[in-house]
């Protein structure tokens, strides 16, 4: 129509107006309308619709992230040595209900985005089904305690190729074309296949220098109190790390002084025997430390739990001493005063580092804790060397006197040995050294080790900040503890306190903890023998005492099912206890 709008060069506004208009028409005709349009996009311009005319390329569309397949890759049994700091940590062992997490549940996290472990429930339930996977761990170590040799055997995914399908064979082969064609050109073509290059084999496989590298991936991925130190490529058949062990080195570090002492001006210290309170005689530490060698019942050395059913108490060490460390660093010259340090202890740099040494074929739970709570009552004078002897008697003392135990903290696995197949539980050598095939981070690659990302940076790192940290106690301690003039009594009605006969006892801790009057181990409550908690326990789940318990084949499993059948009949669950644990932790 002639009269008809050219709408190509109205404005938005105009547009809009215009469509408003048309709708009010339509209404007061009474036709019906689509809603108004608030807003109309704008016309396309010329060079838009000369673009809409041409072929439109195709947008790339974001790929999707591929399944991983398994059934891809080959798989292989090694081992790896790893170290933790478990202070933050809450034991080695995977728990459910734990309040922290477990070094176990971290590694089972790495490995599982490293995709070296394929996890049938997914990656994001830590269920830890190490089923398949031929999975041992050497050690489980307690909340906070540390490990610088704990040892892991573990099923992964491996660089090594698959095995290629052989090719379906074909019909009948036919004649060579070179004897059907004619004699001038055959001879010719068997010269220009003389001439071609013959491809080149492709080197075999290593099983070193050509599979993942498995400490540098996990590293990457694991917090930083966590490292791999080294992996075995070759453990030997039937390898299990917890059953193959046949030696774990454990080290309990602790200072000296023990805590801080008090000066002779300041009323109220300690004399016990020949030492004052705050040190530790360390030679009658290691007289006693040295009756822990030899094979002995640690029945009195250990927390029994019933749930386990242990008969048997007899461990044998190999080697038990007091070391000093040499070269630790700080220094409070404050200690060396006449009026801190007694006569016993020779003048030098204090306070000095030592550890209680431990080295054996296997032990009891909390039973290093044990060894060493009652080294620190020999170290302050509370008790004399024999008093080992004396607990290592268990004809003479079946029940153990209830001491309290040392803590966790300082505490670490430090080596497990794998002598391999030349040594049994009955033959053991004290001095057999370890025989698997470790390749240590840095023995791959230099710069593993001490490059810009390598092991030796990282943990560089960690340290600093850490030796930073207690360089500045160190010298705010001693800045302290120096100041003041303590023959200066500006108090006023200034009372001397009377003596009091609380002990304070070193276990291991931040400072000695107050214990009132001292009894002697030996006049302590004693606490039931392990053949009493382990009749008590099998009389709880109605059996008649722990020897018919143990007759039932798989005896836990009929606890459990003796529970559930409790609760189908509508018992409740005040009539059974729970289910016996699960084993916890070595020492």
């Not at 397949?69 to 080695?92: E, H, Q, S």
């Not at 302050?380 to 079946?398: D, T």
């Amino acid at each position: 129509m002639a009269d008809e709008p050219d709408y190509r060069n109205w404005t938005r506004e105009s547009l809009v107006k215009r469509v408003k208009y048309l709708e009010d028409q339509l209404k007061a005709k009474g036709l019906s309308s689509t809603p108004a349009i608030d807003v109309l996009p704008l016309p396309p311009t010329e060079a838009q619709s000369e673009a809409s005319e041409l072929p439109s390329r195709k947008q790339k569309r974001p790929k999707k992230p591929q399944a991983f397949d398994p059934t891809k890759y080959a798989t292989r049994l090694i081992a790896l040595k790893i170290a933790y700091l478990g202070k933050n940590f809450n034991g080695y062992e995977h728990q459910v209900s734990a309040s922290a997490p477990t070094i176990e549940e971290e590694l089972w996290k790495a490995l599982v985005k490293s995709c070296l472990i394929y996890p049938q429930n997914g990656p994001e339930k830590v269920d830890l089904n190490m089923a398949g996977l031929e999975y041992s761990k050497c050690g489980r170590t307690d909340r906070g305690v540390s490990a610088f040799g704990q040892v892991i055997g573990l099923r992964v995914r491996s660089n090594r190729p698959l095995p290629r399908e052989p090719k379906p064979q074909q019909g009948m082969a036919e004649a060579p074309k070179d004897e059907m064609a004619e004699d001038g050109k055959t001879e010719g073509k068997k010269k220009k296949q003389k001439a071609q290059k013959v491809p080149k084999e492709k080197p075999e496989w290593d099983p070193v220098a050509d599979e993942m590298n498995y400490p540098r991936i996990l590293n990457r991925l694991l917090p930083p109190e966590i490292r791999v130190l080294a992996w075995c490529p070759n453990p030997p058949e039937g390898f299990d790390a917890r059953f193959s062990c046949r030696e774990r080195q454990y080290r309990y570090f602790f200072t000296q002084p023990a805590f801080p002492p008090l000066p002779d001006a300041v009323p109220g210290g300690r004399k016990t025997g020949a030492i004052k309170e705050g040190w530790l005689d360390i030679d009658a530490m290691r007289e006693a430390a040295k009756l822990f060698e030899g094979s002995h019942d640690f029945r009195n050395f250990c927390k029994v739990e019933a749930g386990k059913q242990i008969t048997n108490f007899v461990r044998r060490i190999f080697e038990s001493d007091i070391v000093e460390v040499e070269d630790t660093g700080s220094v409070l010259p404050y200690l060396d005063g006449t009026d801190i340090r007694p006569e016993k202890i020779p003048a030098g740099k204090h306070p000095k580092v030592y550890y209680f040494h431990v080295r054996g074929s296997a032990f009891l739970w909390h039973q290093i804790r044990h060894m060493v709570a009652v080294l620190f009552l020999v170290g302050q004078g509370l008790e004399k060397p024999s008093i080992i002897s004396e607990l290592l008697n268990v004809q003479k003392h079946p029940r153990r006197p209830n001491y309290h135990l040392a803590d966790e903290v300082p505490l670490v696995l430090w080596d497990c040995i794998f002598p391999g197949s030349n040594y049994g539980l009955h033959n053991l050598d004290p001095n057999m050294e370890d025989e698997l095939n470790w390749i240590w981070v840095g023995e791959d690659n230099p710069s593993n080790l001490h490059g810009t990302v390598g092991l030796a940076n990282e943990m560089w790192r960690y340290w600093r900040e850490k030796k930073i940290d207690e360089l500045l106690a160190n010298r705010l301690f001693d800045m302290i503890s120096r100041q003041a003039d303590l023959d200066r009594r500006t108090e006023r009605n200034l009372s001397v306190p009377k003596a009091s006969d609380t002990q304070k006892v070193f276990l291991g801790d931040n400072e000695g903890a107050n214990m009132g009057k001292y009894v002697p181990v030996l006049r302590k409550v004693l606490l039931p023998s392990p053949e009493e908690l382990n009749d008590a326990y099998a009389q709880k789940y109605g059996f008649k005492d722990s020897e018919a318990l143990r007759e039932t084949k798989n005896w836990r499993s009929a606890i459990k099912a003796d529970k559930l059948a409790r609760k189908a009949a509508g018992a409740g669950e005040d009539v059974v206890m729970s289910e016996p644990e699960p084993e916890k932790g070595d020492a």
